[in-house]
């Protein structure tokens, strides 16, 4: 493969990955009764704590999804400004069980999945092989069953930072092993608007930037169906297309496919 191709699939690998890991994660819809109350934007800034409890309040915490046993979410994947598009898809059981795979035709097709205990991932550059440390974490935080829910059970430290735009309080959080994220949520809301940080992969870390809209409920819960990526020269847009609950999801399906590198085995 000539060095500008490899260097080129690199970077759809890398925002493929990432997009996916993003994968936009349902959100139970708070009741009005128990909805937080808007933030005064020229009020001052409140603590990270603060602001993490509201967004956890107006998803519903858990109790959503402690009525289902597994979630599948198809989308549409399409590579801004190069005629790029493809299909993925992400299965979460609540056992604890991930498995993402995303295709653009003729030119790749990429997989990641896990028990909730162990990650692996397949893709055309790095082939297939077991994820640890920063890589595992960042899957760790996708995979989990309560989705972004779950973000102050995988960080170490959080702090509150100005806001990226208007109309928005931002958090940064830090991991033991992965680069510090930036969260940003909308004052009247609270649910998650822009996320910034930097995309792990053997190559190293990539920036990258994603904003969250076009909200819409699916059986009380709250999804937002349009993410937008950007992460080096590459620009993801992902659609969700359909959305459903407690469909099938044999254990067989995220075990590490039975063809590996001498990497994912260990050698």
């Known amino acids: 493969m000539k060095p500008s191709r ?35 934007a020229s009020a001052k800034p409140r603590t990270a704590e603060a602001i993490l409890a509201d967004f956890v309040q107006a998803l519903g915490g858990e109790a959503a999804w402690n009525k289902h046993k597994s979630l599948k979410v198809d989308m549409t994947l399409e590579v801004k400004g190069l005629a790029l598009a493809g299909k993925a898809q992400a299965l979460w059981t609540a056992e604890g069980h991930y498995l993402e795979t995303g295709e653009i035709p003729k030119l790749l097709t990429m997989k990641r999945g896990g028990s909730g ?14 994820l640890d440390e920063a890589e595992a974490e960042q899957t760790a935080l996708a995979a989990a069953w309560g989705g972004y829910t779950a973000l102050t059970r995988f960080s170490r430290t959080s702090e509150t930072i100005p806001p990226e735009e208007p109309n928005q309080e931002c958090v940064k959080l830090t991991y033991e092993h992965s680069p510090p994220t930036t969260y940003c949520f909308d004052t009247q809301t609270h649910r998650l608007l822009l996320e910034i940080g930097k995309k792990v992969s053997p190559q190293g870390e990539t920036p990258y ?47 590490l496919p039975a063809r590996g590198t001498s990497r994912a085995n260990g050698k």
């Open 209 to 255: 930037t994603t904003r969250f809209s076009d909200y819409r409920a699916s059986g009380g819960v709250w999804f937002p169906y349009v993410q937008e990526t950007a992460a080096g020269p590459a620009t993801f847009i992902v659609t969700v297309n359909e959305i459903a609950w407690d469909v099938p999801a044999p254990k067989a399906l995220f075990k």
């Open 6 to 40: 490899r260097l080129h699939l690199h970077a759809i690998v890398v925002v493929t990955a990432l997009v996916l890991g993003l994968t936009p994660s349902p959100t139970q819809a708070a009741s009005k009764g128990n909805a937080p109350a808007p933030v005064d």
């Open 117 to 130: 205990q162990r990650f692996w991932s397949q893709d055309p550059i790095d082939g297939l092989r077991w």
